[in-house]
């Protein structure tokens, strides 16, 4: 599959929130070193930087400018995606994000303080990279779902309970497009939890400006002191 070549523009724009050119962003690509890595191999080197060197935290700010998350060192997993697609998109490998609605049952584990005020469906924007002439969705960046589910030593769904799925990717299925439905690693499929798939966007910008519907000032300062800014809580699973 190609991509034509306004999207294609679109989809290794430096954005508002993918702000690549920004001096904070280019350092970190710097420490993460092209050398002779293939762009996926560059785009995989910088995910493993993001989880081995950047605080896993609670936020609501998923339109926050990638160039702050590094600056700050810290990150939701909305946000750390953010950040991997900005990397890819210096390395001149395309990305766009698909609008997932999970239902609120996903989060409950995460957040149990909010379990009764989370509204009925969150927004992901679920990120796809363009790779040899094909997109590849974030749960398979380092590997087929199929085969990630044959490798993991992870025996059940992800649960959202123990490590984030930004770690998760590399080593168990996160499978929330039902890839695995139908295969002997059926158990793995979490694709009951997406209430509706929004569809593709160039950016995540243009995503969260057209469906993101912020929460008001007091679900804001109730998150905020409750979670704001704390470590992932993460459940011995």
């Not at 910088?46 to 700010?61: F, G, L, Q």
């Not at 697609?85 to 149990?112: I, K």
């Not at 199929?146 to 059940?156: E, M, N, R, S, W």
């Amino acid at each position: 599959m190609a991509v034509d070549s306004q999207s294609n523009n679109a989809q290794l724009a430096s954005t508002r929130i993918l702000d690549y050119e920004h001096p904070q962003v280019q350092s970190v690509i710097s420490s993460v070193g092209k050398s002779d890595r293939s762009k996926r191999d560059f785009v995989l080197a910088a995910h493993t930087y993001i989880v081995e060197r950047m605080n896993a935290v609670y936020s609501m700010d998923e339109d926050r400018p990638v160039s702050e998350t590094f600056r700050l060192n810290q990150g939701s997993c909305g946000q750390r995606m953010a950040a991997v697609e900005a990397v890819a998109r210096a390395a001149g490998v395309p990305t766009r994000v698909r609008a997932l609605w999970l239902d609120r049952r996903f989060w409950f584990s995460r957040l149990p303080l909010l379990r009764f005020f989370l509204p009925p469906r969150t927004l992901m924007p679920w990120p796809q990279f363009f790779f040899d002439e094909h997109w590849v969705d974030f749960d398979e960046l380092y590997a087929p779902c199929h085969d990630l589910a044959i490798k993991t030593p992870v025996k059940h769904a992800f649960s959202n309970a123990g490590e984030s799925l930004f770690d998760a990717i590399r080593h168990a299925p996160v499978d929330f497009l039902g890839k695995l439905k139908g295969t002997d690693y059926a158990s793995y499929d979490i694709s009951n939890v997406v209430l509706e798939d929004g569809g593709f966007f160039d950016t995540r910008d243009e995503l969260l400006a057209k469906l993101e519907k912020k929460p008001g000032w007091f679900g804001r300062f109730i998150f905020n002191i409750l979670y704001g800014g704390r470590p992932v809580r993460r459940i011995q699973e």
